[in-house]
């Protein structure tokens, strides 16, 4: 575990998906981080990577984080841990900064095989949701006991961007205030 740095991390948005919306706690709490956090890694030039578990069912990704992944076509799954998906590639990044849904199902498995590979991930408590709590908290500290850091929006946007005075810092600042 280290801590996260631009050129050596990629973001991984798990499954934010309209079919989602109704039955996940806290679902625009994660929308409103997410958005945070993919807008901070673009301005960052962190790569973003986009997963939608079988989006005939469950839908396109939610219009709020879609509209600042433009360009990043997302990668339809059916298999629960997106690093299992075709596709699906961190770009060479040792690093993985992880959210989504459901912390218990996606997000943990994805999480587990990326610690498997010997990449160094990190998990977005605050950007991480299921559908009951007791699974959310259980998956947050599953993952803390197999390797993952267990992280906040806040924290990750800063430990990328290392220091202040920039014009970038401007941004990230703007993002969580």
Do not use: W
Not at 3 to 14: E, G
Not at 82 to 94: K, N
Request: with cysteine.
């Amino acid at each position: 575990m280290s801590l996260l740095k631009r050129d050596r991390a990629a973001l991984v948005v798990v499954d934010v998906q309209e079919g989602f919306r109704p039955a996940i706690r806290n679902f625009d709490g994660v929308v409103e981080q997410t958005v945070k956090l993919v807008r901070g890694a673009r301005e960052l030039s962190v790569p973003v990577i986009v997963t939608e578990q079988y989006p005939k069912g469950l839908g396109a990704t939610v219009p709020e984080v879609a509209e600042h992944t433009l360009g990043i076509a997302p990668i339809e799954k059916t298999v629960f841990s997106a690093a299992r998906a075709d596709g699906f590639d961190l770009l060479g990044r040792g690093q993985a900064l992880v959210v989504g849904i459901e912390a218990h199902v996606c997000v943990s498995q994805t999480a587990h095989d990326l610690l498997a590979d010997g990449v160094d991930v990190h998990v977005v408590a605050d950007a991480v949701s299921s559908r009951a709590s007791e699974d959310r908290e259980r998956a947050l500290d599953r993952l803390e006991k197999a390797g993952a850091t267990i992280t906040t929006t806040e924290a990750a946007l800063f430990e990328l961007l290392e220091r202040a005075g920039s014009p970038e810092f401007k941004f990230v600042q703007s993002l969580v205030k």
